[in-house]
């Protein structure tokens, strides 16, 4: 069945460690996003791919770097997790086209806490 | 700026009712807009699509409404269900550069009691 998925679901570690988010899409697609989200708030931009080996920086500004080697699989790391990396980051694929003129289907997330 | 802006901020409403939420955008040149519903702890799912030439699109008990002059959408849900308690985001597509941006509201958190 065509989807996305992510993991893990809940990460909770301390101050300073490596974190990488996994996600994979079995959609077909070639565009991929991730997407940062607090609670009550609106969902931002932090990275996005065309296709492999393309990465671009999203509106907001992140710590965080990402890599395309294969086209269904977009993993984020952070390499030294702080308490205000706290947040649900959101993966997202869509099919041709521009970054928005087609429908992006999200993953479940990722909620992210760092101690 | 281009903004999205929606209210009610949350709402509670009784199992059965009916309920409309609002949103209001600045986005220019205007592409898509979108609403998106969003369970707690889950990614937001595509509820509907609306084109500037569009003026209300429906998805069984959702009916969406849009009017391109004022820049302002409705989402309307009838005969509520307690599976509706959920975030409801407004989405508006800028047509204006070849990346076809994005811009999400923050959304209306919507609770259906029984």
């Known amino acids: 069945e065509a989807d996305i998925y992510q993991t893990p679901r809940y990460l909770v570690i301390g101050t300073g460690k490596k974190i990488t988010l996994e996600c994979s899409q079995t959609?077909?697609?070639?565009?991929m996003y991730w997407y940062q989200q607090d609670p009550g708030m609106e969902l931002h931009l932090i990275h996005y791919?065309?296709?492999?080996?393309?990465?671009e920086k999203g509106d907001l500004s992140s710590e965080s770097t990402v890599s395309r080697i294969r086209t269904e699989h977009f993993p984020l790391t952070l390499e030294s997790a702080r308490p205000s990396h706290t947040s649900q980051y959101l993966c997202?694929?869509?099919?041709?086209?521009?970054?928005?003129?087609?429908?992006?289907?999200f993953g479940p997330g990722t909620r992210l806490t760092v101690l | 700026k281009n903004q999205v802006e929606q209210s009610p901020q949350s709402l509670i409403i009784l199992e059965g009712k009916n309920c409309t939420l609002q949103c209001n955008y600045t986005v220019s040149p205007f592409s898509n807009l979108r609403w998106y519903k969003q369970d707690t702890g889950r990614g937001p799912v595509s509820l509907t699509i609306?084109?500037?030439?569009?003026n209300t699109k429906s998805n069984g008990r959702y009916t969406a409404t849009l009017d391109a002059d004022t820049k302002q959408s409705s989402l309307h849900i009838t005969a509520s269900q307690l599976s509706d308690s959920a975030s409801y985001i407004c989405?508006?597509?800028?047509?204006?550069?070849?990346?076809?941006?994005?811009?999400f509201g923050r959304g209306t958190q919507l609770t259906v009691w029984p």
């Open positions: 609306m084109t500037f030439s569009e």
């Open positions: 997202a694929s869509s099919g041709s086209g521009g970054l928005g003129y087609n429908e992006q289907f």
């Open positions: 989405v508006v597509i800028d047509r204006g550069s070849t990346l076809g941006r994005l811009y």
């Open positions: 959609m077909g697609h070639d565009k």
């Open positions: 791919s065309y296709g492999v080996n393309s990465t």
